[in-house]
């Protein structure tokens, strides 16, 4: 039996929206088994630090290592594992201990993470996302007639999969590879070529059959969706998970509530790419996308928070513009108390990943997922988007991963 506590520390209590006063937190075997005096065992003393739950980021892809997305497809599966790996060590390091990954990530980067040969957070999959013929992950430009051939390719976030027979074929395979939910384009994208932000995608019969099949499984869909139309008639269908939601309304943000569904907005992506976009191509129209989608960010998170539709954390940062990553906190901040963005990143995230009771929390029989902190997130939040400066520990399964307490 391992034994390790972790004294002199302030802990997140967010049913009390308040730091504790310094106590200990005691893990066995790499869970939480009592906040207070040590139980014997190892003793680290975090000299005040805030200790709080590993962070959760429910919309990320790891192998998007380019924001160009054509790169990535056509990497050889074997690059594009290691260079996920490096994604996944990077996040890690960050503080994320958990990630919900949105279309890309198969069943071999879990197993690597759970036999030791990845140093990364825990990875909860869906394996490849849905896209019909023109949509959000079909890449081919207007003039490339050739059938898609490059849906398994581990760099690949989708595949492009059309007709309901086909949706449910695809769908079984996802889950039946390790997919612990099933991902869906159900709107026009900001980086696909063909798509407008205001298109509907695919059909009411071929989202009702991904809703089936997930159902049958007993998991859910999540749906990338922006416009107002496009998440009123996912949350009608029965789509719980919705990615993005930048333009909804407030009469679909309270549907969405009463439908116990969950959004997770990105609105750090918009911002990566509208400071960089044009440094890697994106042309006139894309920046069009972007700017609405960017603009219409703020307005959605009150919009959603007065629904009490919750809010999971995702950032949705591809390629080069991971660095942006730690922006997230300040944007959702400009509207949101550190409170509510904590609870919902641990609450909802947990939910989202189907692991209520193993992550986010600090009671007795969770995962021992912590990071300790310089400062009080609850009175800056901002501070947990700088993890070099201000994470100096992070710990997973009760184990230290990260130690940066000598660089203060």
Same mark, same amino acid.
């Given at each position: ?24 937190? !005691? ?9 207070? #005096? ?46 996920? #790996?490096?994604? %996944? ?21 879990? &197993? ?19 896209? %019909? ?6 890449? &081919? ?8 051939? %490059? ?17 449910? *074929?695809?769908? &079984? ?5 390790? #997919? ?5 384009? $159900? ?28 159902? /049958?499984? /007993?998991?859910?869909?999540? $749906? ?67 700017? !609405? ?53 641990? *609450? ?17 029989? #969770? ?42």
């Amino acid at each position: 039996m391992t034994t390790i506590t972790y004294s002199n520390a302030r802990l997140l209590d967010l049913d009390a929206g308040a730091l504790t006063a310094r106590t200990s937190l !005691t893990l066995v075997n790499g869970r939480i088994a009592a906040q207070g #005096a040590p139980e014997g065992g190892e003793i680290v003393d975090l000299d005040g630090l805030t200790l709080m739950p590993g962070l959760i980021d429910c919309h990320f892809h790891v192998v998007a290592w380019q924001l160009d997305l054509w790169s990535n497809v056509i990497a050889p599966d074997s690059l594009a594992a290691l260079r996920a #790996a490096t994604v %996944m060590e990077e996040l890690l390091g960050k503080g994320f201990t958990t990630v919900r990954d949105l279309g890309g990530a198969d069943f071999g980067l879990v &197993r690597g993470v759970e036999e030791g040969l990845i140093d990364g957070p825990d990875l909860i999959i869906c394996g490849k996302a849905l896209s %019909m013929t023109g949509g959000h992950t079909d890449l &081919r430009p207007r003039t490339d007639i050739r059938p898609d051939a %490059m849906g398994e390719r581990l760099g690949n976030m989708g595949a492009i999969v059309d007709g309901v027979d086909e949706v449910r *074929r695809f769908c &079984r395979t996802q889950i039946k590879q390790g #997919a612990r939910f099933i991902k869906v384009m $159900a709107n026009g994208g900001v980086s696909s070529p063909n798509d407008p932000i205001d298109g509907l995608q695919y059909s009411d019969d071929e989202l009702r059959a991904m809703v089936e099949e997930a159902g /049958n499984a /007993n998991t859910y869909v999540s $749906a990338h969706v922006y416009s107002d139309a496009s998440i009123r008639r996912c949350v009608k269908l029965g789509i719980t998970s919705l990615e993005h939601c930048n333009l909804i309304s407030p009469e679909t943000a309270k549907l969405a509530a009463e439908a116990g569904c969950i959004a997770i907005p990105t609105l750090a992506a918009y911002e990566g790419l509208a400071l960089e976009g044009k440094t890697f191509g994106f042309g006139d129209a894309e920046y069009a996308k972007i700017e !609405t989608v960017r603009t219409g960010g703020q307005n959605s998170l009150k919009y959603m928070r007065d629904a009490g539709l919750p809010m999971a954390f995702g950032t949705d940062l591809l390629g080069q513009l991971r660095k942006y990553g730690g922006l997230e906190f300040g944007l959702l901040a400009k509207v949101l108390s550190p409170v509510e963005i904590l609870r919902d990143m641990y *609450r909802a995230g947990a939910r989202l990943c189907r692991m209520e009771g193993e992550i986010g929390t600090l009671k007795p029989g #969770a995962r021992g997922h912590l990071i300790a902190v310089r400062g009080n997130p609850l009175e800056d939040i901002s501070i947990l988007g700088d993890a070099a400066a201000n994470i100096p520990l992070v710990i997973k399964d009760g184990k230290i991963r990260r130690d940066r307490r000598a660089a203060a």
